[in-house]
């Protein structure tokens, strides 16, 4: 109930990508896809916080987050949250739009203002954002911390039907998301065609082989779109 309403720009999100709040955008088929086949496994082990990462950067893992959380706020079951844990590179806010808004998820976790003026409803229903601003200096070491495993595990158990998607930083390279991860239900790692070399998957592999992984997304195929029923 406090959490505040901001519209989107539709202009801006086609520009950066974003369609899944449209059942008849033509793209939405695969997002929906992708939405039904995570819900499915994580309702059969009873999971709800899931992760999304890439071996690398510029794989599109944000907009595959902002999508799928979109599409699982259109299921008439679930309801989902979208957390900006990329602290090194935090895009969410700026993909959607709404980096002008309130304060950042940061400074709820210095206890600089409550979780509540941070949520923000980009006015699709059932769908709520936990934007970060800026930068994290530290951001390993911020995302290991007793606060931040508190904040998880209070998104995770607050609400019976929400899905908890937390994007996070690259995994080579940084140990940004090595540090979370232990704490998430599950991971999605999303690799960009032709963006990753065979070495930096494979020891992406390796990092993900403590944790439960659900698949691996393709982004950036070069297949034509088709369109039309199957």
């Known amino acids: 109930r406090q959490t505040r309403i901001v519209e989107l720009n539709e202009e801006h999100l086609a520009e950066h990508r974003i369609f899944a709040h449209h059942k008849t955008n033509p793209m939405t088929a695969s997002i929906d896809l992708l939405r039904t086949q995570v819900l499915q496994k994580m309702e059969e082990n009873g999971w ?35 957390v900006d844990f990329d602290f090194r590179r935090p895009k969410i806010a700026d993909y959607l739009g709404i ?5 950042s998820l940061v400074a709820a976790l210095k206890g600089k203002a409550k979780l509540s003026e941070v949520m923000i409803n980009p006015g699709i ?41 937390f994007d996070l930083a690259p995994l ?29 998957i494979e020891e992406s592999m390796r990092y993900l082989q403590p944790v439960n992984l659900l698949g691996v997304v393709l982004n950036k195929a070069e297949d034509e779109l088709k369109t039309g029923y199957y």
């Open 172 to 200: 080579v390279g940084v140990d940004d998301a090595i540090a979370v991860l232990p704490q998430m239900d599950c991971v999605l790692m999303v690799v960009g065609n032709g963006m990753s070399t065979k070495r930096e």
């Open 48 to 82: 709800r916080t899931l992760a999304i990462t890439s071996p690398s950067p510029d794989a599109g893992k944000t907009v595959v987050a902002i999508n799928l959380a979109m599409s699982i706020a259109r299921h008439t079951q679930k309801t989902s949250m979208l």
């Open 99 to 103: 980096q002008h808004y309130r304060k």
């Open 125 to 165: 229903r059932h769908f709520v954002v936990l934007p970060t601003a800026k930068p994290v200096a530290n951001p390993a070491e911020a995302l290991a911390s007793k606060k931040v495993s508190g904040l998880i595990q209070d998104l995770r158990d607050r609400y019976d039907s929400r899905i908890v998607i």
